[in-house]
T-cell receptor, first 116, second 114 residues
Framework: TQLLEQSPQFLSIQEGENLTVYCNSSSVFSSLQWYRQEPGEGPVLLVTVVTGGEVKKLKRLTFQFGDARKDSSLHITAAQPGDTGLYLC????????????????FGQGTILTVHP | DTGVSQNPRHKITKRGQNVTFRCDPI?????LYWYRQTLGQGPEFLTY????????KSRLLSDRFSAERPKGSFSTLEIQRTEQGDSAMYLC????????????FGPGTRLTVL
């Protein structure tokens, strides 16, 4: 069973602060997705990273995929109240093989609250 | 709006009743997944369809659960004899064929079993 662990589980910060969320696994994934989810809604895709060491930027959000494709991080610069939500990382097909049909393995999520 | 729709958005039912949820994926996405998400957790995989074929089912999917995708387009998830432990958000996701793992999720159906 492939497991993804996210940390921290909860994050409460003031507007303007920076933050980093981590996603770690003992397994190697072919890709990793980050999603943001608001209460009562489905996860919305933020980014997919595929190559080890890859860095992607989305406005104030920076995503990095570890060199070994086992871990990832999400960094938010100058957080705003609109960034509040549940952030989920999800691993794609494991490189170790087996048949997964592309199902995603999710971390437990990081609940971010940004206070004005 | 991801282009994936789910109905109903909310369902409240009494224990022992049957419920059915529907998912309409993005039209050109032939891979379809169902996940379940309980409060404070990430989504957990339930089942997978490639076109109309159900190719994988999780051990979470007890015999009270059945899913179909009769024409390879929309999908339904039915829960028979619901239990309070079935209360959760049921999410549908889809993706294109090929190497990409990127999935697009619907808004979910929130089930409450009283």
């Amino acid at each position: 069973t492939q497991l993804l662990e996210q940390s921290p589980q909860f994050l409460s910060i003031q507007e303007g602060e920076n933050l980093t969320v981590y996603c770690n696994s003992s397994s190697v994934f072919s890709s990793l997705q980050w999603y943001r989810q608001e209460p009562g809604e489905g996860p919305v895709l933020l980014v997919t990273v595929v190559t080890g060491g890859e860095v992607k930027k989305l406005k104030r959000l920076t995503f990095q995929f570890g060199d070994a494709r086992k871990d990832s991080s999400l960094h938010i610069t100058a957080a705003q109240p609109g960034d509040t939500g549940l952030y989920l990382c999800a691993g794609g097909r494991p490189v170790a093989g087996g048949t997964s049909y592309g199902k995603l393995t999710f971390g437990q999520g990081t609940i971010l609250t940004v206070h004005p | 709006d991801t282009g994936v729709s789910q109905n109903p958005r909310h369902k409240i039912t009494k224990r022992g009743q049957n419920v059915t949820f529907r998912c309409d994926p993005i039209s050109e996405h032939n891979r379809l997944y169902w996940y379940r998400q309980t409060l404070g957790q990430g989504p957990e995989f339930l089942t997978y369809f490639q076109n109309e074929a159900q190719l994988e089912k999780s051990r979470l999917l007890s015999d009270r659960f059945s899913a179909e995708r009769p024409k390879g387009s929309f999908s339904t998830l039915e829960i028979q004899r619901t239990e309070q432990g079935d209360s959760a958000m049921y999410l549908c996701a889809c993706r294109r064929g090929g190497a990409t793992d990127t999935q697009y999720f619907g808004p979910g159906t929130r089930l409450t079993v009283l």
